[in-house]
């Protein structure tokens, strides 16, 4: 066994409390028409902008149930999610690698170095929560205000120890691992064969 | 359908049914095995030289065995043995696949080149090589889920050498399908063949396709 093994092999265990199989993040997920969203939850996405296309989602989960808002604004991916009541849960867009602060995603990718033999991503999105009013205004600035609690979900294809899979991993603001979670992905067989 | 009536071409159109039952099998984390039990049953044909004709005819059964295996996150290499069991005749079939996925915006894709041989007693041996992509749209959202339709689009393009006489064939094959649970899918839809127009005698048989996936 070389050295680079061993060094991903400690790395790996040392990992092991947060890497969990990604069980499905919901049972299921589907479409619906915006009078069935709380009230509270349409405000605050037209406060963002009056004439977003938005696309309104439930999702059922194994513990929740959640309404996610989908829309495109200043060129950028938007995901809104927000409880059954329509409190704001979490505000998260895509975003290119080169928009992370270069001291930061320097530190993330010493990390995937240190974790991977080789990494490629797949999807970087930024997460905002806050207030309602620093969140749109972050949103409209295109730049998280003070108050605003920022973390990075990267998606990306790892290989470690000879075997490649679909990682979802959370970094802080700081470029530190929050939670590493292994993607599951969904059978094929009826596209394949 | 289509009929094509002039001194120069003849065609054939011909429809039936082509139900099937695929088993998939994982074996481990780069291994699985694929089962299929197809038959074909025609139940009406219309030719230039025949009227339209509603008529019952078994025409044959496909009995395949597949093992894949994986070569990256999205991308497999199979290899496989079909029988093909017809009323007079048994043919034997290898087949070698690599399969790969990509996606675009939610639509999964599966893009499969394959070639295959088929060996029979009654006549030349066929060689084929073909590139399909079947492309998934979930009906509920963006994903797939349990108790969801979706819709299934395949087109495939084969060519085919037999005798040293080349032919080429197009398929078209939409579907509906639903995710019954974790282990069970059930699709409808029309498998369009178009083949044999290279040399003037142009062929389409469209197939009501029922498939059970397990």
């Known amino acids: 066994m070389n050295t680079t093994t061993i060094i991903l092999s400690i790395s790996l265990l040392l990992l092991s409390p947060f890497v969990s199989k990604a069980q499905q993040k919901y049972e299921s997920e589907y479409r619906v028409k915006t009078e069935m969203i709380p009230q509270s939850a349409s405000r605050f996405i037209n406060s963002i902008a009056s004439d977003l296309k938005i696309k309104w989602y439930k999702e059922i989960g194994l513990d929740d149930v959640s309404f996610e808002a989908k829309f495109k604004h200043k060129k950028k991916k938007f995901s809104v999610e927000f409880d059954t009541l329509g409190i704001l849960q979490d505000v998260e867009f895509v975003i290119k690698k080169r928009e992370i602060i270069p001291s930061v995603y320097n530190r993330i990718e010493k990390k995937l170095d240190s974790l991977y033999q080789k990494w490629k991503f797949q999807k970087i999105q930024m997460h905002y929560t806050g207030r309602h009013d620093s969140l749109i205004t972050s949103i409209n600035k295109n730049k998280p205000s003070d108050t605003i609690k920022v973390s990075y979900e990267i998606v990306l294809k790892g290989k470690a120890l000879g075997n490649t899979q679909l990682f979802e991993i959370t970094f802080n603001d700081q470029g530190e691992i929050q939670d590493i979670q292994q993607i599951v992905q969904d059978k094929a067989d009826h596209l394949e064969y | ?66 093992v894949g295996r994986k070569t990256g996150l999205n991308s497999k290499f199979v290899l496989g043995v079909l029988t093909r069991i017809e009323p007079d005749a048994v043919a034997y079939r290898t087949i070698q696949q690599f399969i790969f996925q990509t996606k675009i915006k939610s639509f999964r894709l599966v893009h499969r080149i394959a070639t295959d041989q088929t060996f029979s007693s009654n006549e030349a041996t066929e060689f084929r090589l073909r590139y399909r992509v079947s492309a998934e749209i979930p009906l509920s959202g963006q994903k797939l889920d349990v108790k969801e339709f979706y819709f299934k689009f395949n087109t495939e393009v084969l060519n085919g050498v037999q005798d040293n006489v080349y032919d080429l064939e197009f398929r078209l094959v939409p579907n509906i399908g639903y995710v019954i649970n974790k282990q069970h899918k059930i699709e409808l839809g029309l498998d369009n063949r178009l083949d044999s127009f290279i040399d003037n005698q142009t062929r389409l048989v469209s197939w009501i396709t029922v498939n059970w996936f397990l």
């Open chain 2, 1 to 66: 359908m289509s009929t094509i009536k002039n001194g120069y071409s003849q065609s054939q159109t011909r429809v039936g049914i082509l139900p099937s039952i695929n088993y998939n099998h994982k074996i481990n984390k780069d291994w699985d095995v694929n089962f299929k039990y197809e038959s074909r049953h025609f139940v009406f044909e219309n030719s230039t030289t025949q009227k339209r004709n509603f008529k019952y005819e078994y025409s044959l059964s496909d009995i395949s065995a597949l």
